[in-house]
């Protein structure tokens, strides 16, 4: 089985600037969470998505959005992005049960 | 609430040397415990799991037992290699409650050297 995508891989992006970012889960999981990591901050919960619906939602302003199609990809957006954006931003997608998590190789975004 | 708390890094041994990396949690009510390793430029992989007290994760030569008297999940390796250098991260899950929402430490940094 294919594991989780990310795309893009590498993103460099303005200040002020929006961006999106995609995943593409495991074959028949319908849950995807995503996280972001920072070597200040660790690793952090944004949200999860199940059959199309938020399911739960991490401590993040409004600036971070996101949504899930009937195929189970998703897709996060950050708008008027700030320096702190830059990050590992990592997608992980869970079948069955929904607890073992299986995570994408993630997107590495810069902000100047 | 839902908390990981491990030991601090970094960790740096031979190859060959017994590892330990510790790891405590404290959950409302019955968590899923995981260990995932995360490889420089990658992300992460789920290591190994345990779903209830006492049971025991293992996979590639690590161990983790989950104790529910202690509320722990220590990781364990007899012999590491130089390819076990990464970051491990122990986590937990709740289930039932937040579904979907992993619970991660802080990470430790092993290096093993030859």
């Known amino acids: 089985k294919a594991g989780v995508t990310q795309t893009p891989r590498y993103l460099i992006k303005t200040r002020g600037q929006q961006v999106t970012l995609s995943c593409s889960p495991i074959?028949?999981?319908?849950?995807v969470s995503w996280y972001q990591q920072t070597p200040g901050q660790g690793l952090q919960f944004l949200f999860e998505?199940?059959?199309?619906?938020?399911?739960n939602k991490g401590n993040f302003p409004g600036r971070f959005s996101g949504r899930q199609f009937s195929n189970s990809r998703s897709e996060m957006n950050v708008s008027t992005l700030e320096l702190g954006d830059s990050a590992l931003y990592l997608c992980?997608?869970?079948?069955?049960?929904?607890?073992?998590?299986?995570f994408g190789p993630g997107t590495r975004l810069t902000v100047t | 609430g839902n908390s990981v708390t491990q030991m601090e890094g970094p960790v740096t041994l031979s190859e060959e040397a017994f590892l330990t990396i510790n790891c405590t949690y404290t959950?409302?009510?019955?968590?899923?415990l995981f260990w995932y390793v995360q490889y420089p430029g990658e992300g992460l992989q789920l290591l190994l799991k345990?779903?209830?007290?006492?049971d025991k994760g293992s996979n590639k030569g690590f161990e983790a037992t989950y104790r529910k008297e202690t509320t722990s999940f220590h990781l364990e390796k007899g012999s590491v290699q130089v390819s076990d250098s990464a970051v491990y991260f122990c986590?937990?899950?709740?289930?039932?409650?937040?579904?979907?929402?992993?619970?991660f430490g802080r990470g430790t940094q092993l290096t093993v050297w030859p």
């Open positions: 992980a997608s869970a079948g069955g049960s929904g607890y073992e998590q299986y």
């Open positions: 998505y199940f059959s199309e619906t938020q399911r």
């Open positions: 959950a409302t009510g019955y968590p899923s």
């Open positions: 986590a937990l899950v709740q289930v039932g409650s937040t579904l979907g929402r992993l619970y």
């Open positions: 074959s028949g999981h319908r849950s």
């Open positions: 345990a779903t209830k007290a006492d």
